[in-house]
């Protein structure tokens, strides 16, 4: 690493090279995740605790963080709930301990992205980082610009932009990701195992993951969260979008 913690000098020279920081107070876990992450071409820089993990993304904001939730100082569930409220909305994975369900699933209510139960496989850990940056960032399609429209609420895929009402919602980009895929294919029941695997890019996980968004989602664009009119609760099978104009 150089002295700002950012790979080395080959690394350096490449073209749109992403910075991922690893946050996590265990050297080993966290000195693996560095060199898988390095060797795969990210510039990488590490801190042990929340608090330094703030004051780093106050100096220069990476592309992306992976967030240990059991950290000294300021907690991983705080600094995602910090990181959340900045505007620029930064990708967060989380790392989480294999019996911490409820600290994961507040984090996914907080708007973590991502997450990965320890222990993990390194090499997935950097497959999952390249997945949430691919869709933070991915290309505008080529050709005219996807818009899906219903009603008040307007999507726009190429720019990842909606707005309610002409108001721009905050989404994050599984959130995002989610309403399009479920604007895509309005009236289809998706079962949580196939919106994890077509939105998530998982063949397994935690199907309470989608529940979480789904959660999340209604409270930024259903009239009454309470009694959703667009996301629509199959009971016994999973969700459906229903447009308000049908």
């Excluded at 100096?59 to 100082?73: A, E, I, S």
């Excluded at 818009?147 to 919602?169: F, N």
Aim: hydrophobic fraction near 40%; include cysteine.
């Amino acid at each position: 690493m150089d002295a700002n913690g950012y790979g080395d000098g080959r690394e350096r020279r490449r073209q749109g090279t992403k910075r991922i920081l690893v946050v996590d107070d265990d050297q080993t876990v966290s000195d693996v995740i560095c060199r898988y992450l390095e060797h795969d071409g990210f510039q990488v820089s590490h801190v042990g605790d929340g608090a330094a993990a703030l004051a780093a993304v106050a100096r220069q904001m990476p592309h992306l963080v992976v967030l240990d939730l059991m950290l000294p100082k300021v907690g991983g569930l705080q600094v995602c709930r910090e990181l959340r409220a900045r505007p620029d909305g930064v990708p967060i994975i989380m790392l989480t301990a294999l019996g911490d369900e409820a600290d994961r699933i507040l984090g996914l209510q907080l708007g973590a992205d991502d997450y990965l139960t320890k222990p993990f496989s390194p090499r997935e850990l950097v497959l999952r980082v390249r997945s949430v940056l691919r869709r933070a960032g991915g290309e505008p399609a080529p050709g005219r610009p996807e818009v899906l429209t219903d009603g008040s609420l307007a999507v726009r895929t190429d720019s990842r932009t909606a707005r309610l009402s002409g108001r721009e919602l905050a989404l994050t980009l599984r959130e995002f990701d989610l309403l399009v895929h479920l604007m895509r294919h309005p009236a289809r029941v998706f079962t949580r195992a196939e919106l994890l695997e077509q939105v998530w890019d998982w063949n397994f996980g935690d199907h309470s993951t989608v529940t979480v968004h789904v959660r999340r989602l209604r409270e930024k664009i259903e009239t009454d969260p309470a009694d959703p009119r667009r996301i629509v609760t199959v009971w016994g099978v999973g969700y459906r979008y229903e447009p308000t104009s049908a």
